[in-house]
């Protein structure tokens, strides 16, 4: 992995953005990867099909941490339109790598996998 991309992961891991909870969310998700213990909660207020606030609390290792960051700037003021389309090679773009391993697979789509419950939750 070049220095570069990993000071990204390392940035967003040790100064996580938009980390905390929300006072009066629209929308809780939470989603957890029960083979090495991560979690990630989603705190959003939603209004008129648009995100207008994020934030988020989990424990994990620096790539599950560094996907909720980045996810969580990623869905500020998208549509729930825009969030369907959410996929793991966005977020590892903004990451600035173009693979990852199939064992830390999982630790990326973790908050993909919470925000996108509020696809199914608005069906």
């Not at 000071?7 to 009066?24: C, K, M, T, W």
């Not at 099909?49 to 990623?74: D, F, H, P, Q, Y």
Request: proline fraction near 3%; aromatic fraction near 4%; include cysteine.
């Amino acid at each position: 992995m070049n220095d570069l991309y990993q000071e990204v992961i390392l940035d967003h891991a040790q100064h996580p953005r938009n980390f905390g909870v929300l006072q009066s969310p629209t929308h809780t998700f939470r989603e957890m990867n029960a083979s090495c213990g991560d979690m990630v909660e989603f705190y959003l207020l939603v209004q008129d099909n648009k995100i207008l606030e994020v934030k988020w609390r989990g424990v994990g290792c620096a790539i599950s941490t560094a996907s909720a960051s980045i996810v969580s700037e990623m869905i500020q003021g998208l549509s729930l339109e825009e969030v369907r389309k959410l996929d793991a090679i966005h977020v590892m773009k903004r990451m600035g790598i173009s693979t990852i391993a199939p064992t830390r697979e999982k630790c990326l789509m973790i908050p993909i996998k919470a925000v996108k419950q509020l696809d199914m939750d608005a069906k």
